[in-house]
């Protein structure tokens, strides 16, 4: 196998990270495939986002998004991981890692002072830890698309 190449994602890649999405997540949650495709080009052109991805022999193999905000309560530039994939049978040859040097050498040039994740798997969580990540915090989520106030 060849050493993983990471650069940045491109328009063209957008349906492949679709599909490589879809794959993962189908009869897992809902999907809303045309949008995602759509909000992957949105994410492209924003300065915000930082979707980098991983190819092996010229496919690629894995992808991972950046988001960058401004932390008004630490008064500094911080980001988040959103999500990072690699596709199955491509999993254990390092491409995570190499995605996540790629991040945090990009975040440190922009100069930001933080880079937070949120997984649901215990797995995933291992792999964080592992390159260096720490447990802080508890992570809680809202759903906006369904009534949540009790009276
Ligand atoms: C989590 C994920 C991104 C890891 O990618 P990867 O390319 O396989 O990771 P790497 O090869 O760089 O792994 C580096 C080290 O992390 C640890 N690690 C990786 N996957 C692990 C797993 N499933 N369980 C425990 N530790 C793991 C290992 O220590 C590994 O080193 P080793 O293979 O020499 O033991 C990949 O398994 C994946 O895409 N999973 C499904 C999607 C997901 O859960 N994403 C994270 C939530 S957003």
């Not at 196998?1 to 794959?23: C, G, H």
């Not at 491409?95 to 798997?121: C, P, W, Y």
């Not at 915090?137 to 949540?148: C, N, R, V």
Request: hydrophobic share 40%; aromatic share 10%.
């Amino acid at each position: 196998m060849q050493r993983p190449r990471t650069r940045l994602a491109r328009k063209e890649d957008a349906k492949i990270i679709e599909d490589m999405i879809y794959e993962w997540t189908k009869g897992q949650w809902p999907t809303w495939q045309r949008e995602r495709v759509k909000t992957i080009l949105k994410a492209l052109e924003d300065k915000n986002h930082l979707i980098l991805v991983s190819e092996i022999n010229g496919e690629i193999a894995g992808v991972l998004h950046l988001i960058f905000y401004s932390d008004i309560l630490l008064g500094s530039l911080n980001c988040h991981v959103n999500f990072l994939l690699v596709k199955e049978g491509c999993r254990r040859k390092g491409i995570g890692f190499s995605l996540l040097d790629e991040a945090v050498k990009q975040a440190r040039r922009r100069g930001a002072n933080e880079m937070h994740v949120d997984t649901i798997f215990e797995d995933a969580a291992k792999f964080y830890r592992k390159y260096g990540f720490i447990d802080d915090g508890i992570w809680l989520e809202l759903s906006l698309q369904k009534e949540f106030r009790k009276e």
